[in-house]
């Protein structure tokens, strides 16, 4: 049987930080993909807190996790899915495992990451082991979302078809009423300007500047150049938010095009594992980060743009959220604005110091 005659070897790849009830409930979903050929990776990102006690208790059916009243969430998570499933821990940092082991017919592999590398840090480690372990692609899936049954089946056939290095879903919030994402458009997506929802009946699939990091399919070749090219998968710098963004400019930059499959369906909870939008860590990321992309992927006059553009439309935000007294997230703005004009990267100091921060 030939590559073209088989499904290809995909490897879905879960971050966990504090957060081990979605984490299984994005599990019952996808234990029940059509997909012929998939394994799991679980990476804890040192959460501290028995996640990944948790997780191995559900997997032995030792434990239930409530579904939310969501339609779409307790469609795709009840009933729960048979026990047990077979698991592999792995803990790199500790044991110094570096995935030699024979995972032939084990599911879903635990990876304890050691300590807390950010959304890219933990996913680099997911997509090392897989890659290692010989899959042709990975699938990165927020662990606060939940997949239809077919959506990696979708994924993969838009990937094969149209030759896509990167294939991304359509991202609807957790009650299924409302879009979230079905592509981008660049540099529209860094001046706020959102893309216009694509007339889903018209093609199963269209071109994005990105794929929505909550849901995307990425191919190994563009791993493999991307590792040889700059050490790394998602580059870390940016810890969470936009590294998704970066990892497609990439792709683009060498020829490699990434699409929105449009029967790919996931149902998204809002960033929850990473405190959802009205957390201070959310926009100090999304401002610093913004800025780094402009920097490296922007020509000079759309980068003379954006920065004319968007300092004058933080300082706005800034002002109203005065008015508005939401004070912790105008710091985080304007240290966002601060680090990313000198060139701060990685974690941000205030990271987890503030009460409303996770």
Not at 20 to 25: F, R, Y
Not at 191 to 196: C, E, K, L, P, Q
Not at 262 to 273: L, N, P, Q, T
Request: charged share 20%; proline share 4%; net charge positive.
């Amino acid at each position: 049987m030939n590559w073209l005659e088989r499904d290809p070897l995909v490897y879905i790849i879960l971050l966990n930080w504090k957060s081990w009830k979605d984490t299984i409930l994005c599990l019952e979903s996808v234990f029940r993909s059509d997909y012929l050929n998939y394994r799991v990776i679980v990476c804890d990102n040192d959460s501290q807190d028995g996640s990944l006690d948790r997780i191995k208790e559900w997997a032995e059916g030792r434990l239930t996790v409530e579904t939310p009243d969501h339609l779409a969430l307790r469609r795709l998570t009840i009933p729960p899915v048979h026990k047990p499933i077979p698991y592999l821990e792995c803990d790199p940092c500790r044991s110094g495992d570096t995935g030699a082991a024979d995972v032939v017919g084990i599911p879903l592999t635990l990876i304890q990451v050691g300590s807390n590398l950010g959304f890219t840090g933990g996913c680099n480690v997911g997509m090392s082991y897989a890659l290692y372990q010989g899959a042709e692609y990975v699938f990165l899936l927020n662990n606060d979302a939940c997949a239809e049954v077919d959506t990696l089946s979708q994924l993969v056939a838009v990937a094969r078809e149209a030759d896509a290095a990167i294939v991304g879903s359509r991202v609807l919030d957790d009650s299924g009423t409302r879009e979230i994402f079905s592509g981008a458009s660049w540099p529209a997506q860094l001046f706020g300007i959102r893309a216009v929802s694509q007339k889903i009946n018209e093609k199963p699939y269209w071109p994005s500047s990105y794929a929505n990091g909550c849901a995307m399919l990425i191919r190994r070749d563009v791993l493999d150049d991307r590792l040889a090219e700059s050490r790394h998968y998602f580059d870390p710098s940016y810890f969470m938010y936009c590294e998704e963004v970066d990892l497609c400019r990439f792709g683009w930059s060498r020829g490699y095009n990434c699409l929105i499959a449009r029967d790919a369906i996931i149902f998204h909870g809002g960033a929850r594992s990473s405190g959802g939008g009205v957390n201070p860590r959310c926009h100090y990321y999304l401002t610093r980060n913004r800025i780094r992309l402009a920097n490296r992927w922007l020509s000079l006059p759309w980068k003379m743009l954006f920065h004319a553009y968007f300092i004058p439309s933080r300082l706005l935000l800034q002002a109203a959220r005065l008015r508005r007294r939401r004070i912790q997230i105008l710091k985080a703005v304007g240290s966002g604005l601060v680090d990313g004009y000198t060139g701060v990267n990685g974690r941000w100091k205030h990271h987890g110091y503030s009460s409303s921060v996770k």
